[in-house]
T-cell receptor
């Protein structure tokens, strides 16, 4: 089946630094990808829709200058957490849809971000 | 997208069928029912989806009531590896565009398979 990878799987950084997370669709092309954030014992919260060749669409309450999204190619989307703070520590997950009428979303394994 | 209601948690014995209910009483005629699951500290995994008819694949069966206001996901022979949070999501067809492809996750049902 389709595979979506994320890199890194785990990252620890100091407060104030920026962290880039990559999401790749390995055997299919995705003009759209989605980024989610998940805090411990909570459900996934959709952050933004990444669009290949155009600007990302952010959900209400998500700071676009804080979470920079770049969809550089049909198989790669990146999420950069800028000036990270401890409250940004979370599990970040991407997904890519495959299919036309009723797509199936393929999720990456997630990236655990810890900001000290 | 229509909201869904699922029990917070359920238990099932290993080897037995696990039946997970989902209520979606405000579902629209063009909305599909999707099921995903998330095993601890992993990304969610697609299970199955349907519109009106019952569906079956190698992982599970999906039973949708005739009025489409509720559905049941059936794992026919649950194993310990089926322990996960199961999410029922209703959504329009993705052909309507990227906005239609969004998945909005509720709290899901935490299914525990006991030996």
């Amino acid at each position: 089946g389709a595979v979506v990878s994320q890199h890194p799987s785990r990252v620890i950084c100091k407060s104030g630094t920026s962290v880039k997370i990559e999401c790749r669709s390995l055997d299919f092309q995705a003009t759209t990808m989605f980024w989610y954030r998940q805090f411990p014992k909570q459900s996934l919260m959709l952050m933004a829709t990444s669009n290949e060749g155009s600007k990302a669409t952010y959900e209400q309450g998500v700071e676009k200058d804080k979470f920079l999204i770049n969809h550089a190619s049909l198989t790669l989307s990146t999420l950069t957490v800028t000036s990270a703070h401890p409250e940004d520590s979370s599990f970040y997950i991407c997904s890519a849809p495959r299919g036309r009428v009723t797509d199936t979303q393929y999720f990456g394994p997630g990236t655990r971000l810890t900001v000290l | 997208d229509a909201k869904t209601t699922q029990p917070t948690s359920m238990d099932c014995a290993e080897g037995r069928a696990a039946n997970l209910p989902c209520n979606h009483s405000t579902i629209s005629g063009n909305e599909y029912v999707y099921w995903y699951r998330q095993i601890h500290s992993q990304g969610p995994q697609y299970i199955i989806h349907g519109l009106k008819n019952n569906e079956t694949n190698e992982m599970a069966s999906l039973i949708i009531t005739e009025d489409r206001k509720s559905s049941t996901l059936i794992l026919p022979h649950a194993t310990l590896r089926d322990t996960a949070v199961y999410y029922c999501i209703v959504r329009v067809a993705s052909v309507l565009g990227a906005g239609a492809q969004k998945l909005v996750f509720g709290q899901g049902t935490r299914l525990t398979i006991n030996p």
